[in-house]
């Protein structure tokens, strides 16, 4: 603990919001591994100053353990902190800082069993994956993946350490975001009737998005494992307009779905492109909606029976299904039976002013960590 808490300490000092680079913690963290011995392998942004990082401890090969953190954390400003969000500090049992829960705190145990693990006989990698822009629809592990698919090989065993209060999620919703670009005619408001208001049809169209939402929680599939137990349609925010005497010419949706399994998001995308149709038909040639995507990430769902054995059994509790994203379906996808289990509630301290994260948590994590890690390398 002692140990978790200091990593935990020089993870928080860096401020790695998502807007900014993550270069000075990649390259802290790449000096611990290589002298631990591991093999590492930094994976550069291409345009940005941010970069991923890959590490191996133990024998070459397939199989073995993966264990995945992201390094980028939310912004601060607008929050009301009663300290110093990039400095780790402690009240009773409670560490407080930025990321503690989302998720260095992760990170930092992680880290920790590694360390402990290069000390052990491993007969089996065990692999690390650290990755960037997640806070921003898991940017970076999708860069990232081109050139970590061949780095990780077919490990076992995926975790992602989301902050699940050591719960192990079995499953979360998939994302696709988009923005819809509505154009109508400028003119002078005293003749707004000559003209096609762009806002009307923004409103228009979101309240076509409104409906197909309604249509998936009616009639679209459900998990109740999910709080939310069926697909969502969200808008998020709509803007247009220059001034109050010009009849928009201009407005912009941003919009995303968030979709079970059950139901196909490329159904899902027709159906919202054939809505934009007709909504700009119904105001003539004058009006037009362009809808673009400008974010995904893959959902999960696991049904790997082993690998959902292995992680409950060291962690000593059931499963469940988180509301957010993650970027286990990116591991999924590849291949991987790929499971979240990390300290922290999501619900109650990420994202948060004041965000901390508990001594039991990290606890918690660090001995499952050094169950899994023994069962899954052989150590």
Request: hydrophobic share 45%; proline share 5%; with cysteine.
């Amino acid at each position: 603990m002692t140990r978790t808490a200091a990593l935990l300490d020089r993870l928080v000092r860096h401020e790695t919001v998502s807007s900014r680079s993550n270069l000075d913690l990649v390259e802290e963290v790449e000096a611990l591994l290589r002298s631990l011995g591991a093999r590492t392998a930094r994976l550069p942004d291409a345009q940005a100053p941010k970069a991923g990082l890959y590490a191996e401890i133990g024998p070459p090969g397939p199989g073995g353990l993966l264990l995945s953190a992201h390094s980028d954390v939310v912004p601060v400003e607008g929050q009301d902190w009663s300290r110093a969000p990039f400095r780790l500090s402690r009240e009773a049992d409670r560490l407080y800082g930025r990321g503690t829960t989302d998720m260095k705190g992760f990170l930092a145990a992680m880290l920790a069993a590694a360390e402990r693990a290069a000390g052990r006989d491993l007969t089996a990698p065990l692999k690390l994956v650290i990755s960037y822009d997640e806070e921003v629809g898991c940017v970076g592990i999708a860069r990232m993946l081109g050139r970590l698919a061949s780095l990780v090989g077919s490990p076992d065993l995926a975790i992602v350490g989301e902050p699940t209060e050591m719960q192990v999620a079995t499953g979360h919703k998939g994302k696709r975001a988009y923005r819809a670009l509505i154009r109508g005619e400028a003119g002078h408001s005293a003749l707004a009737p000559h003209f096609v208001n762009a806002l009307y049809v923004a409103a228009e169209f979101v309240g076509r998005l409104k409906a197909l939402g309604d249509d998936l929680a009616r009639d679209g599939g459900r998990d109740e494992a999910y709080s939310v137990a069926h697909s969502t349609l969200h808008v998020g925010m709509l803007n247009g307009g220059r001034a109050l005497n010009i009849v928009p010419d201009h407005a912009e949706i941003v919009f995303e779905i968030r979709y079970l399994t059950e139901d196909d998001p490329n159904v899902l995308e027709q159906r919202i492109r054939h809505a934009a149709d007709g909504c700009a038909a119904a105001h003539g040639p004058g009006a037009a909606i362009e809808v673009a995507e400008i974010n995904a990430y893959p959902g999960l769902e696991v049904t790997d029976a082993k690998a959902i054995e292995i992680v409950t059994a060291a962690a000593l509790t059931g499963t469940c299904k988180v509301p957010f994203g993650t970027e286990a379906g990116f591991f999924s996808g590849l291949g991987i039976p790929t499971l979240v289990c990390g300290p922290g509630s999501m619900a109650a301290q990420g994202h948060t002013p004041d965000e901390f994260i508990t001594d039991g948590h990290l606890a918690a994590c660090a001995a499952v960590l050094d169950r899994i890690v023994s069962r899954m390398t052989g150590a």
